[in-house]
């Protein structure tokens, strides 16, 4: 007789309510008005007059059970034992007896977490996986993230930025990461090396010829086996054929780069939310701790710190002071890849005497 | 037995500084744990993340992994130097969906630590980017006991793969003065009711649902959701003129105008004479930069509801995209109000699986065929609301213009006699 197995219950997402606090229970819907209370602290007040203060911080976001208990035992010695995560990953404890916001700092101060990311900050930087899980990774988020953090944490535990800063990145092209004021990002810089004898086994063709953006795959016999070829000249080694089709080899020590893309903003607020674009590349992909790409953005950060107006994201800034102005106060080089050639791509060519001397 | 460790000189470098170290964590696992197979599992991980370190390269392939009755939700890993490093060669991660607005009693998450060391690594992000907790590092068996153990105390996988994915609200209504809807309900209706959907992929490519409860879009739900519901308002924001004085009395005159009255995108406010804020509320696009800034002053109206934005997405294939403008406003305060978005949700879905191309995202669907098909094919009217701004090439074919005329008006006279 066949093995019985277990049926699964389909319960999708479970309800929020029962984990919540149960002042933002019995205050749902019913806020009033916030304030930052200090960095890595927001005091939120409802209408029934009742306040919860919220204590965020930084994490290795991967976390062993170790570091979770850790993070647990906190919450339930200095908290009321209730807390939610981030989208960048931080971790939110709520109380609501003000007395206990300093005992609760100095607790994941001491046990090497590290409160901040609120208001006007450098918040942790949003990432994925990279060598340590993904399969298609050039580059490892995780460590880039963790080296550049150490760089960054005076910024992430202070309101020292004219606006709050989003970092993120991403191990490939497609850029999991999202959207940030400043994204790190993989390029590469070389098409595929395509291992002829396994594509026949591995890879469906034709879904792989569909992949690509710039239809630079085609079908052909190599050694007299079923394989793919890339049109070289075409090709622009952005990594898309490589998931579905392994042996279409995209990663590459040398060749595959990080390159840095800044003003990717999702809010609506002022502007309408806005894509990042490009401004450095070939920056070399060098672990354990990419020295190159940190000292990039610590650059961008500066210039932004210092130019942008309060409340000006890093867009806004750019916006005002026009993109001549960013590649001089920041002394990268403005090449012949920084004007797009993709689709829509005239929409982004200055067809107005508009230029600032 | 004591394990051989591997020598780590690069990944080691990332114990160095203030940042908590991930590094240290997985040492931990290996070091500290009463469990040998977690042991040995870290060290054959940090063995295998040493030598991507040193030679550059990823040693991760996917596969086929799935628990019984489901299709999707783990993302299956085989290592390809599994005989040097095999305690980790087989290290799939579960994607289980987190309760909605990312909560958590610190009981609940030591209840999901003991399950997970007791069958997986011991190794866990809370959240991944589409919002899932990532169970990082089991094998086979593993995900099946991991899964059947979670899911007998209320949670369920995710997606992964060509499905509707994990959604993902923000804190909203719960704890934020600014939300415009009960974010969490709306998101557990949409997702909850694409079970189906969600743990067997059988559509074109992913699609996803992100609910913000204002246009400060927490949650990045135009840039990177197939489906965004943002919570919006369209009456007057309210102002509470005592305490606009209050700001200005703290700030200066000068901070006011430079960075609220000025800031504003249709220069719909202006400071008065005495301090107090009048506000052209008919042309105010509920952007929330003078919110944000005063928001003890000012708030969203009481009249609320929904904008809905679909087509969102990254990169792959043609270039990221954001949601385009499809319901510019809708009460979300009844049950019927439930069922018609969920309904929309219903209809996108549908119209996207029969006609997306394979790999192919709802806006790069929308981007091939044109908003207008894709809103007939749901079945929805069209509206200003949904263009920056009109054509500007005159090739186009309008011969039934007296037609599409026609229906603008109708509408527009049942809505005047619907009031």
Same mark, same amino acid.
């Given at each position: 007789?066949?093995?019985?197995?277990?049926?699964?219950?389909?319960?999708?997402?479970?309800?929020?309510?029962?984990?919540?606090?149960?002042?933002?229970?019995?205050?749902?819907?019913?806020? *009033?008005?916030? =304030?930052?209370?200090?960095?890595?602290?927001?005091?939120?007040?409802?209408?029934?007059?009742?306040?919860?203060?919220?204590?965020?911080?930084?994490?290795?976001?991967?976390?062993?059970?170790?570091?979770?208990? *850790?993070?647990?035992?906190?919450?339930?010695?200095?908290?009321?034992?209730?807390?939610?995560?981030?989208?960048?990953?931080?971790? =939110?404890?709520?109380?609501?007896?003000?007395?206990?916001?300093?005992?609760?700092?100095?607790?994941? =101060?001491?046990?090497? @977490?590290?409160?901040?990311?609120?208001?006007?900050?450098?918040?942790?930087?949003?990432?994925?996986?990279?060598?340590?899980?993904?399969?298609?990774?050039?580059?490892?988020?995780?460590?880039?993230?963790?080296?550049?953090?150490? =760089?960054?944490?005076?910024?992430? *535990?202070?309101?020292?930025?004219?606006?709050?800063?989003?970092?993120?990145?991403?191990?490939?092209?497609?850029?999991?990461?999202?959207?940030?004021?400043?994204?790190?990002?993989?390029?590469?810089?070389?098409?595929?090396?395509?291992?002829?004898?396994?594509?026949?086994?591995?890879?469906?063709?034709?879904?792989?010829?569909?992949?690509?953006?710039?239809?630079?795959?085609?079908?052909?016999?190599?050694?007299?086996?079923?394989?793919?070829?890339?049109?070289? *000249?075409?090709?622009?080694?952005?990594?898309?054929?490589?998931?579905?089709?392994?042996?279409?080899?995209?990663?590459?020590?040398?060749?595959?780069?990080?390159?840095?893309?800044?003003?990717?903003?999702?809010?609506?607020?002022?502007?309408?939310?806005? @894509?990042?674009?490009?401004?450095?590349?070939?920056?070399?992909?060098?672990?354990?701790?990419?020295?190159?790409?940190?000292?990039?953005?610590?650059?961008?950060?500066?210039?932004?710190?210092?130019?942008?107006?309060?409340?000006?994201?890093?867009?806004?800034?750019?916006?005002?002071?026009?993109?001549?102005?960013?590649?001089?106060?920041?002394?990268?080089?403005?090449?012949?890849?920084?004007?797009?050639?993709?689709?829509?791509?005239?929409?982004?060519?200055?067809?107005?005497?508009?230029?600032?001397? | 037995? /004591?394990?051989?460790?591997?020598?780590?000189? &690069?990944?080691?470098?990332?114990? +160095?500084?203030?940042?908590?170290?991930?590094?240290?964590?997985?040492?931990?696992?290996?070091?500290?744990?009463? +469990?040998?197979?977690?042991?040995?599992?870290?060290?054959?991980?940090?063995?295998?993340?040493?030598?991507?370190? #040193? !030679?550059?390269? $990823?040693?991760?392939?996917? $596969? !086929?992994?799935?628990?019984?009755?489901?299709?999707?939700?783990?993302?299956?890993?085989? %290592?390809?130097?599994?005989?040097?490093?095999?305690?980790?060669?087989?290290?799939?991660?579960?994607?289980?969906?987190?309760?909605?607005?990312?909560?958590? %009693?610190? #009981? &609940?998450?030591?209840?999901?630590?003991?399950?997970? #060391?007791?069958?997986? %690594?011991?190794?866990?992000?809370?959240? $991944?980017?589409? $919002?899932?907790?990532?169970?990082?590092?089991?094998?086979?068996?593993? !995900?099946?006991?991991?899964?059947?153990?979670?899911?007998?105390?209320?949670?369920?996988?995710?997606?992964?793969?060509?499905?509707?994915?994990?959604?993902?609200?923000?804190?909203? /209504?719960?704890?934020?003065?600014?939300?415009?809807?009960?974010?969490?309900?709306?998101?557990?209706?949409?997702?909850?009711?694409?079970?189906?959907?969600?743990?067997?992929?059988?559509?074109?490519?992913?699609?996803?649902?992100?609910?913000?409860?204002?246009?400060?879009?927490?949650?990045?739900?135009?840039?990177?959701?197939?489906? /965004?519901?943002?919570?919006?308002?369209? +009456?007057?924001?309210?102002?509470?003129?005592?305490?606009?004085?209050?700001?200005?009395?703290?700030?200066?005159?000068?901070?006011?105008?430079?960075?609220?009255?000025?800031?504003?995108?249709?220069?719909?406010?202006?400071?008065?004479?005495?301090? !107090?804020?009048?506000?052209?509320?008919?042309?105010?696009?509920?952007?929330?930069?003078?919110?944000?800034?005063?928001?003890?002053?000012?708030?969203?109206?009481?009249?609320?509801?929904?904008?809905?934005?679909?087509?969102?997405?990254?990169?792959?294939?043609?270039?990221?995209? &954001?949601?385009?403008?499809?319901?510019?406003?809708?009460?979300?305060?009844?049950?019927?109000?439930?069922?018609?978005?969920?309904?929309?949700?219903?209809?996108?879905? +549908?119209?996207? /699986?029969?006609?997306?191309?394979?790999?192919?995202?709802?806006?790069? &669907?929308?981007?091939?065929?044109?908003?207008?098909?894709?809103?007939?094919?749901?079945?929805?009217?069209?509206?200003?609301?949904?263009?920056?701004?009109?054509?500007?090439? %005159?090739?186009?074919?309008?011969?039934?213009?007296?037609?599409?005329?026609?229906?603008?008006?109708?509408?527009?006279?049942?809505?005047?006699?619907?009031?």
């Amino acid at each position: 007789m066949a093995q019985q197995h277990r049926t699964p219950i389909e319960s999708g997402c479970p309800d929020g309510f029962q984990y919540m606090h149960p002042v933002m229970r019995k205050n749902y819907g019913q806020w *009033k008005y916030h =304030e930052h209370t200090r960095p890595g602290v927001l005091m939120h007040a409802a209408h029934s007059g009742d306040q919860v203060w919220t204590v965020k911080a930084g994490t290795q976001r991967i976390l062993d059970v170790y570091s979770l208990r *850790k993070l647990c035992e906190i919450g339930e010695t200095f908290g009321d034992g209730y807390v939610r995560f981030t989208l960048r990953s931080n971790i =939110e404890y709520m109380v609501t007896d003000e007395a206990k916001v300093q005992p609760l700092i100095d607790a994941l =101060e001491n046990a090497g @977490f590290v409160v901040g990311g609120t208001g006007n900050s450098v918040a942790m930087i949003s990432h994925t996986q990279g060598w340590l899980h993904c399969d298609i990774p050039g580059t490892d988020a995780s460590g880039v993230v963790k080296a550049m953090m150490d =760089e960054l944490i005076d910024e992430f *535990k202070n309101h020292n930025m004219p606006n709050r800063v989003h970092l993120t990145t991403s191990c490939c092209q497609i850029n999991c990461g999202g959207q940030g004021d400043i994204a790190i990002n993989v390029q590469h810089t070389k098409p595929p090396k395509i291992r002829h004898d396994l594509v026949a086994n591995v890879c469906e063709r034709p879904s792989v010829v569909a992949r690509c953006p710039v239809a630079a795959i085609r079908p052909a016999l190599v050694n007299g086996k079923p394989s793919l070829e890339v049109d070289e *000249k075409k090709c622009i080694c952005c990594g898309a054929c490589f998931p579905p089709c392994p042996p279409m080899q995209i990663n590459d020590p040398e060749h595959t780069k990080l390159a840095i893309w800044v003003g990717g903003n999702h809010s609506n607020a002022r502007s309408k939310p806005s @894509f990042q674009k490009l401004v450095a590349a070939g920056i070399p992909n060098n672990p354990p701790r990419w020295p190159e790409a940190t000292a990039i953005v610590k650059n961008i950060l500066k210039a932004y710190k210092e130019d942008a107006r309060d409340w000006e994201r890093i867009n806004d800034w750019i916006d005002r002071i026009g993109w001549p102005r960013f590649f001089e106060m920041t002394g990268l080089p403005f090449t012949k890849f920084h004007i797009d050639n993709w689709r829509g791509a005239r929409e982004r060519l200055n067809a107005s005497t508009h230029i600032r001397f | 037995m /004591a394990i051989e460790k591997h020598d780590t000189p &690069m990944i080691d470098q990332l114990e +160095d500084g203030p940042w908590p170290s991930f590094i240290s964590g997985i040492k931990r696992m290996r070091d500290q744990h009463p +469990d040998q197979r977690i042991n040995a599992m870290a060290n054959d991980l940090l063995g295998q993340l040493e030598h991507s370190y #040193e !030679t550059r390269k $990823g040693y991760w392939k996917g $596969g !086929t992994v799935s628990v019984y009755g489901y299709g999707g939700g783990i993302i299956p890993r085989f %290592s390809e130097v599994g005989k040097q490093f095999p305690a980790s060669k087989e290290f799939h991660t579960l994607r289980v969906q987190p309760p909605a607005g990312n909560m958590y %009693s610190t #009981e &609940m998450l030591r209840q999901l630590a003991d399950s997970w #060391e007791k069958h997986g %690594s011991g190794m866990v992000t809370f959240h $991944g980017q589409t $919002g899932n907790i990532m169970f990082i590092g089991t094998d086979t068996p593993g !995900t099946q006991h991991f899964f059947d153990e979670v899911n007998d105390y209320g949670f369920d996988l995710g997606g992964a793969g060509p499905c509707v994915r994990t959604a993902m609200c923000c804190v909203g /209504a719960a704890r934020c003065e600014q939300s415009n809807c009960n974010e969490q309900s709306i998101m557990r209706h949409l997702v909850n009711n694409f079970t189906d959907d969600v743990h067997r992929p059988a559509l074109p490519y992913k699609f996803k649902f992100k609910v913000s409860g204002c246009p400060n879009d927490c949650v990045n739900a135009i840039e990177r959701a197939d489906m /965004a519901v943002i919570g919006t308002w369209r +009456d007057d924001m309210k102002i509470d003129q005592d305490e606009v004085k209050a700001f200005v009395e703290k700030k200066g005159r000068k901070y006011v105008i430079d960075n609220v009255v000025s800031r504003c995108p249709t220069n719909c406010m202006s400071l008065n004479d005495d301090d !107090t804020l009048d506000v052209d509320n008919r042309n105010c696009v509920r952007c929330m930069h003078c919110l944000n800034v005063m928001n003890k002053a000012l708030s969203p109206g009481d009249d609320k509801g929904v904008t809905i934005l679909i087509g969102g997405k990254r990169t792959l294939k043609i270039g990221d995209l &954001m949601g385009t403008v499809v319901v510019p406003f809708m009460k979300m305060d009844t049950s019927e109000d439930y069922e018609r978005i969920v309904e929309i949700a219903e209809e996108t879905i +549908d119209f996207f /699986a029969e006609n997306a191309l394979e790999h192919e995202r709802t806006g790069e &669907m929308i981007e091939r065929i044109g908003l207008v098909n894709f809103l007939e094919g749901i079945g929805i009217e069209v509206d200003p609301n949904m263009v920056s701004s009109p054509r500007q090439v %005159s090739y186009v074919r309008m011969d039934d213009w007296d037609e599409e005329a026609a229906k603008w008006f109708n509408r527009q006279g049942e809505e005047a006699a619907a009031g």
